[in-house]
């Protein structure tokens, strides 16, 4: 089986992101996603695959700042014009399964980005109000009792992070427990290059 690799450096993929995202909310998100992403290769052994896996996460969210209305619709186009091959676009593109396209996810890493983008958003408002403001003492039960109020972070759709689960064969508390210790592996990093940002 060929291994995924991108046709764009992650330095690349980044000056790409910063050209169309502006709001540090999102930039913070795409870091989060991609370090997700990476995290999640080589759980689910992909390891030889972890940097496309993270350039995807890095740029899936490349058209919500300027084109919100055409999610997923206006990337392709924003993605070729950086350089971007076919199966990246299509890797990003696949997350608005449901929603803005008719993209289904096929390959593992595409069920990953769709699964688990809504709930690094749900995860990572339970972690901000919390005395810590971190993921590194966040517990399943925690995310739970967040998850069930659907008044909070009410934006974060848990009827695509179910459809998510069950693309990849797994019960929600298995998703939460897996994205959580995603997110660990990279929020100490990300809040060294946030802080840097600002």
Not at 168 to 178: A, F, S, V, Y
Request: contains cysteine; glycine residues 8%.
């Amino acid at each position: 089986m060929s291994v995924l690799t991108s046709t764009l450096s992650r330095s690349q993929a980044w000056e790409l992101l910063k050209q169309y995202n502006k709001d540090p909310f999102h930039l913070q998100h795409a870091l989060t996603v991609e370090g997700v992403m990476k995290w999640y290769a080589a759980d689910l052994g992909y390891g030889d695959e972890a940097e496309f896996w993270g350039i995807v996460g890095l740029l899936h969210d490349i058209d919500f700042e300027e084109y919100p209305d055409q999610h997923c619709i206006k990337a392709p186009e924003l993605l070729r014009a950086g350089g971007a091959g076919e199966e990246l676009i299509h890797g990003v593109c696949s997350h608005g399964y449901g929603l803005t396209v008719d993209i289904k996810p096929e390959h593992e890493m595409e069920k990953v980005l769709y699964a688990a983008d809504e709930l690094t958003g749900l995860i990572w408002a339970a972690a901000i109000i919390r005395p810590s403001k971190s993921v590194m003492d966040m517990e399943v039960k925690s995310v739970k009792k967040k998850y069930k109020a659907a008044n909070f972070a009410a934006g974060c759709s848990r009827e695509v992070i179910e459809k998510g689960a069950a693309m990849l064969g797994w019960d929600l508390d298995t998703l939460i427990e897996k994205t959580i210790l995603a997110m660990r592996s990279c929020e100490a990093e990300i809040n060294a290059f946030m802080g840097k940002l600002a």
